[in-house]
């Protein structure tokens, strides 16, 4: 078995467990780059492979890589990889990646990636999700339309890339509940304070810091759209099959489309942008949504025949019960 060390983010480990999958057999531990906040070890163990906390740097990944011939520009390959005399084998996609370069051609000897593996939660994660949704949605301004979830990420974090901050996310948000008709709902961790203020200053209902993972991927499966920062919230509704839209910074241009599933980029499931002004943004955020509703409508028909409007994807009024509980995001 081999074990490894990857990036400490949720998608950077998701894109290399979607690359290794047809080679999961052989994986053994995948240990996770140490830091704040700690938010991956629980989505890899999710995803079937057991996981801890490493107390290294993502720059010990890269020099462990190029002393053993296995950085992006070495041409590595799964059987460069296998032939590692280590312990512990550090392996990072994003560097591939980030140079424009599809996940598909990251260690090329290896079959296709799985882009939609199982991430396995529980019926008990399910349950919760469902009540957290109707408590929230019954606090909702807006008691019609579908649901969009949403995060846009920390002060900090928004403000090391450049994103939007607290007006742009105001503007868009008002768009989507004036002229779609969409009641957004904020998802994410505790850390995701920008995320908060922008619930509190519309008045919004939120489920910030509120779940554990699992029932947070639970709830990713209930709505019909979502946008957000690019954070592992995207990668997760992409690896669910389910419509997500992400907002990068321009730094990250090359990689905010070459990890994604191929089909999902073909129909426009998967659409992203860098930080524009609100009107470029809202040009594909508003097509994307539109989509989403059609979608969404399409699944309620019960026949694939669009012939009444989308139902609000959630749960009925009597499994709205209060219950507390906080976990990693």
């Not at 690359?19 to 052989?26: H, I, K, S």
């Not at 140079?99 to 990251?106: D, I, N, Q, S, V």
């Not at 994410?188 to 200053?201: H, P, Q, R, S, V």
Request: charged share 20%; hydrophobic share 40%; proline share 7%.
């Amino acid at each position: 078995m081999i074990d490894l060390v990857c990036p400490a983010g949720i998608g950077d480990v998701a894109w290399v467990i979607s690359r290794l999958w047809p080679v999961r057999d052989q994986i053994g531990t995948i240990h996770i780059v140490d830091g704040k906040p700690r938010r991956t070890v629980p989505f890899v163990e999710l995803a079937g492979f057991e996981s801890d906390y490493w107390p290294i740097g993502y720059n010990d990944i890269q020099l462990f890589e190029q002393t053993h011939g296995l950085r992006h520009w070495q041409e590595p390959t799964w059987d460069k990889v296998t032939k590692v005399v280590a312990g512990t084998i550090h392996l990072e996609c994003n560097e591939h990646m980030e140079a424009g370069k599809r996940l598909e051609t990251w260690l090329p000897d290896l079959p296709p990636p799985n882009h939609h593996f199982p991430l396995n939660t529980t019926p008990e994660n399910a349950e919760r999700a469902a009540r957290y949704l109707a408590r929230e949605m019954k606090k909702h301004p807006m008691t019609e339309g579908p649901i969009l979830m949403w995060n846009a990420a920390s002060v900090q974090g928004a403000k090391n890339w450049d994103a939007w901050l607290l007006l742009e996310w105001k503007l868009f948000l008002q768009k989507t509940m004036d002229d779609l008709g969409y009641r957004p709902l904020a998802v994410g961790g505790d850390w995701d304070d920008l995320t908060y203020a922008i619930c509190c200053d519309l008045d919004l209902p939120d489920l910030v810091g509120k779940t554990d993972l699992g029932t947070l991927i639970e709830l990713l499966k209930l709505a019909p759209a979502y946008i957000g920062f690019s954070s592992g919230l995207n990668v997760i509704r992409t690896i669910l099959n389910k419509p997500a839209m992400a907002l990068w910074p321009s730094h990250q241009n090359d990689l905010r489309n070459s990890w994604a599933p191929p089909e999902m980029l073909e129909s426009r499931r998967y659409v992203s942008s860098l930080y524009h002004p609100l009107d470029y943004v809202w040009a594909v955020a508003r097509r994307f949504l539109n989509q989403c509703s059609h979608e969404a409508a399409l699944a309620n028909s019960g026949n694939g025949i669009l012939d009444s409007p989308p139902q609000l994807e959630g749960v009925s009024d009597e499994q709205a019960t209060t219950s507390g509980g906080k976990g990693e995001l």
